[in-house]
């Protein structure tokens, strides 16, 4: 699905017991959502972002998912990642933090970018689709279904 991936400069790691890592005592460490300490060993380096992301954009890339290791307990740098993003141009941002918060990277990777694929194509669907009735359908309960089978708002029918 995707077409072109960059390596975010930035490094977070779990802190453990028995770590044998060298680690600068500069080091930040912060709590997590699961209470898991992160040690930021490297702080996200939104210049050389910026650079990254410009790349793509030039290439008309519009809709981005990102996805890193540890974002489901430390979700900073994702969402820094998205807000320079969103700043640049990107018009959809998927972010793995939020889309799927779970500790296994690869479906969380998995499903931000079928919703970055999926979502802005299922947005044009719903505003063509509302456009054909009165008043684009304000004010008129319309539910969609999902691939779970469940029901969702129209105006929260997305790609995860």
């Known amino acids: ?19 044998d890592l060298a680690l600068d005592s500069a080091c930040r460490r912060v709590k997590g959502v ?18 990254d992301l410009q790349v793509i954009l030039d290439h008309g890339v519009r809709s981005l998912a990102v ?3 540890h974002s489901y307990t430390f979700r900073d740098h994702e969402v820094q ?5 969103r700043e640049m141009g990107f018009t959809h941002v998927s972010l ?5 918060p779970m500790v296994r990277a ?3 990777g998995f499903t931000a970018c079928a919703d970055a694929y999926l979502t802005p194509c299922i947005h044009r669907y719903v505003n063509s689709f509302a456009s054909g009735f009165e008043n684009n359908l304000k004010n008129t309960r319309v ?3 999902q ?8 105006e929260k029918f997305c790609g995860s």
């Open 147 to 154: 691939s779970d089978g469940g029901l969702t708002p129209m």
């Open 96 to 100: 793995s933090s939020e889309i799927m």
């Open 67 to 69: 996805i890193l290791l």
């Open 1 to 19: 699905l995707f077409t072109e991936a960059i390596d975010v400069e930035e490094r977070v790691i779990l802190e453990q017991e028995k770590c």
């Open 143 to 145: 539910q969609f279904m």
């Open 106 to 108: 690869v479906p969380r």
């Open 81 to 85: 990642v998205g807000r320079v993003a």
């Open 34 to 51: 699961t209470g898991e300490t992160v040690i930021v060993t490297q702080e996200l380096n939104v210049d050389q972002l910026r650079k």
